[in-house]
């Protein structure tokens, strides 16, 4: 097994910062945005993206989580996802801007799930995506608003995102 840095620590805390920027621009500022992590790596990445943006402007951008559990058959080499729908969002998503956030971005699937997920508490202004890697292989028309790094995978690649101990992001690793 081959193992490729895509991103390294440095290169985690830049990707982030840009989107943060990125997010500002599109969405003129923070005002009625809220972070939606899909758990568990989606959610730390969000609380990451919180904090720059609150770096940037100054205001505390509320962060909620949403859980989509995976029930896969890769033996089969087809899998399917079903949203067990457990939202944790402390804010009510009407007419609010959206932004949800995930460590990679495969089928979209996942995504399709937790916009249903989501759209089931009430009725956002919009929903935008922010992934941290985008490694292609989409079932779904659904692309990312934001993307931290574009890699293009076989699908039997893996692409490892780590956390330290205090759910930092640390590094980007693509497994062969
Ligand atoms: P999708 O639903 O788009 O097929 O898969 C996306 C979800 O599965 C994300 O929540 C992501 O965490 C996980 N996932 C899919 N492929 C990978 C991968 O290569 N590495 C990691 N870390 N997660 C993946
Ligand atoms: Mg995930």
Redesign the pocket.
Do not use: A, Q
């Given at each position: 097994a081959e193992n490729t840095v895509i991103l390294d620590g440095t290169g985690v805390k830049r990707a982030l910062t840009r989107i943060a920027h990125e997010v500002l621009e599109k969405n003129k500022g923070v005002e009625g945005l809220v972070l939606v992590g899909?758990r568990t790596?989606?959610v730390y990445l969000a609380q990451e993206l919180g904090d720059r943006l609150n770096e940037i402007e100054g205001v505390e951008v509320p962060v909620g989580a949403v859980d989509?559990t995976?029930y896969r058959d890769d033996i089969k080499g087809h899998?399917e996802?079903l949203p067990v729908g457990k939202t944790e969002l402390p804010f009510s998503v009407e007419g609010k801007r959206v932004v949800l956030v995930?460590?990679?971005?495969?089928?979209?699937?996942?995504?399709r799930a937790a916009m249903d997920a989501i759209i089931d508490q009430g009725r956002p202004s919009c929903i935008q995506l922010a992934v941290l890697?985008d490694?292609g292989?989409r079932?779904l028309p659904i692309r990312a608003d934001f993307v931290g790094r574009n890699v293009p995978?076989s699908r039997s690649?893996?692409?490892?995102?780590a956390f330290d101990a205090d759910n930092k992001p640390t590094e980007v690793i693509l497994q062969k």
């Open positions: 899909i790596g989606g989509i995976m899998h996802h995930d460590d990679v971005l495969f089928t979209g699937r996942t995504i890697v490694r292989h079932d995978t690649e893996n692409i490892m995102v």
